[in-house]
């Protein structure tokens, strides 16, 4: 599973200094949010389907033990069946027992981050099966051996030259890396093979239909459909939180999704599946499979003030706007989710001791929850876990509280107050250490003014 080497503050600055991830950065994200603009203006009704959306989530988190049941039913009722997995170790276990007893060497994936979450490829591989990726993106990283750093695009930080020179390295292949639709054209040879080959297909879900058992995914390539209906088993991963109660709230989501996500009206492929091939039908799997993971899931939805993030749909709108993930990219961060979501999912999931500066990353600036298809209120949700990480270790805040004391101190003093403004003017370009010198590191010092606010105030008023 993700797991990082480096302390996040080391990685943020060597994020910082990369240029190709900076070039590769603001090439692709300013597209994203443009796209998704224009979608969003032309629907009048986009903040009511917002809200309902955010009714719709939350009334199944509130009562998802009951609604997983109604899944759970259906799909059995059907033909399929279903595992609850409690840790990511027994969500791996269950998908090695089925490759195990159809005595499957290889896998193709559509996309998938519950996969990446319990780490599934690697413990595959462990076991003499061949995981391949089939998503363009995903496949990219994998031949690079790397996680995704987006959500919605996993490849988001590698350039054409990046792809180009990595085809060479690993398929053997001289790539012009302006040629875009050519280096498409191979990947696509090259993973057909192994389509006709897989003895599984495994996928992730955007959301399971309670009432219907209805399975639905959603994609641009073509790959998850050729996954989830050539080989003869399929194997669905997916979240408890994705769950929604009925056919008709698809309608809903659907049209948040695909606007959200890629600033597409509807995705170009919307698959829905309901159990296994039945008598008579041409293509589908002899047997399906879904693999609902609690893997932390259940202390989040137990916790009030924080269940809110169970409501993502994983449509990425709020890392393409956040400022701090469009400057470092999603491999900083110390978990497979990454941004303002990743932000508030990876301390609930792993603790925050796992990296307790994560909530502090963020500007607070709004744009997630502006963004955000379910309207959740993450600036509210990082405050939380902020708040939450301060109380269980204030050893690591004692210089912070002791400045917030001084800066309180002076407030009330009004000549306290005029001296450190003048001490700060004067040695404020000149100071270079303490958390000044770390804000200093990656942005401009402002220009010191000629005069201070109250003295321009008090030149105005006389």
């Known amino acids: 599973m993700h797991a990082q080497s480096q302390p996040f503050d080391q990685r943020i600055d060597v994020a910082l200094h990369d240029v190709g991830l900076q070039r590769a950065m603001s090439g692709t994200l300013p597209q994203f949010i443009a796209v998704r603009s224009r979608v969003v203006a032309q629907m009048p009704d986009w903040e009511e389907l917002r809200t309902r959306a955010n009714a719709i989530k939350r009334e199944t988190i509130e009562n998802l033990p009951r609604y997983l049941d109604q899944l759970e039913a259906a799909i059995t009722a059907r033909g399929g069946k279903v595992f609850r997995a409690a840790t990511p170790e027994a969500a791996n276990k269950y998908v090695g027992e089925v490759m195990d007893r159809r005595q499957a060497k290889i896998v193709v ?24 990726e089939t998503d363009l993106g995903e496949y990219i990283i994998q031949l690079a051996g790397q996680t995704p750093s987006h959500i919605v695009a996993p490849a988001i930080h590698m350039t054409r030259f990046d792809v180009a020179e990595l085809f060479k390295e690993k398929l053997a292949a001289e790539m012009d890396p302006n040629d875009i639709t050519g280096m498409t054209a191979l990947a696509r040879r090259v993973l057909r093979e192994k389509f006709l080959e897989a003895g599984v297909g495994i996928s992730g879900a955007n959301f399971a239909v309670a009432e219907s058992g209805t399975i639905v995914i959603v994609e641009n390539e073509g790959n998850a459909r050729l996954s989830t209906s050539v080989p003869p088993v399929h194997i669905a991963v997916m979240g408890m939180e994705k769950v929604i109660p009925k056919p008709a709230d698809l309608a809903i989501f659907l049209k948040l999704l695909a606007r959200s996500a890629t600033g ?60 701090v993930y469009r400057k470092i990219g999603g491999h900083a961060y110390p978990w497979v989710y990454s941004g303002p979501i990743g932000k508030i999912l990876s301390p609930q ?9 994560l909530p502090f990353a963020s500007s607070l600036c709004g744009a997630c929850r502006d963004v955000c298809p379910v309207k959740i209120r993450i600036p509210e949700l990082l405050l939380e876990l902020r708040k939450r990480e301060t109380e269980q270790a204030p050893q690591r805040h004692k210089l912070e ?10 407030m009330q003093r009004p000549w306290a107050y005029s001296l450190g403004s003048l001490a700060g003017r004067v040695a404020g370009d000149s100071i270079s250490f303490g958390p000044v010198g770390i804000w200093k590191k990656t942005r401009e010092w402002p220009a010191t003014p000629a005069r201070s ?10």
Not at 401 to 410: E, G, N, Q, T
């Open 109 to 132: 994936k559509s996309k998938s981050m519950a996969t990446e979450e319990i780490g599934l490829n690697h413990y595959l591989e462990a076991r003499g099966v061949e995981p391949v």
């Open 264 to 323: 597409q009206k509807m995705s170009s492929y919307v698959s829905f599946i309901t159990g296994p091939r039945r008598d008579g039908e041409p293509d589908g799997p002899e047997e399906f499979h879904l693999v609902i993971l609690d893997c932390g899931r259940g202390k989040i939805l137990k916790d009030p003030l924080m269940r809110e993030a169970l409501y993502c749909i994983r449509c990425g709108a709020c890392l393409n706007v956040c400022p």
């Open 349 to 357: 999931i792993q603790g925050l001791d796992v990296e307790p500066t």
């Open 401 to 410: 509280k002791l400045i917030f004391r001084a800066w309180a101190w002076a």
């Open 453 to 462: 606010f109250r003295e321009e105030w008090e030149r105005r008023r006389k």
